[in-house]
């Protein structure tokens, strides 16, 4: 049950957004146990973000809620994937990216919860 909300001051098409979905369901895998099955991605472009007072370059603020806990290693991993994926899919540097995680243990679905 995980859900990925990215935030970004880039432009968003329908193509761009289609592929960042894409290599998102992939990145999820890189926390043990999740997959894209379940994931739930949520993608706004044109965001007023500001980092250190600045707006000039492009930005992510990218939010990572998962069903249960993982590892510190993994959380680290995850970072890198989805640092890599700003820079190669819209361009921004890695230190105008900032993701945060939260392990969540009551979630709800499908009437009920897990």
């Known amino acids: 049950m995980p859900y990925i909300n990215l935030r970004t001051s880039a432009k968003l098409d329908e193509t761009k957004m289609e592929e960042i979905k894409s290599a998102l369901g992939k990145a999820i895998t890189t926390l043990p146990g999740k997959t894209e099955t379940y994931l739930m991605v949520d993608l706004?472009?044109?965001?007023?973000?500001?980092?250190?007072?600045?707006?000039?370059?492009?930005?992510?603020?990218?939010?990572?809620?998962?069903?249960?806990?993982?590892?510190?290693?993994?959380?680290?991993?995850?970072?890198?994937?989805?640092?890599?994926?700003?820079?190669d899919k819209l361009g921004i540097d890695p230190t105008g990216v900032y993701v945060t995680y939260a392990e969540v243990e009551n979630w709800g679905w499908n009437r009920s919860n897990f």
């Open 44 to 87: 706004e472009g044109g965001a007023r973000l500001w980092l250190g007072g600045d707006n000039s370059k492009p930005l992510a603020m990218i939010d990572v809620k998962i069903f249960g806990h993982a590892k510190p290693a993994d959380f680290s991993k995850m970072t890198a994937v989805l640092c890599d994926i700003c820079h």
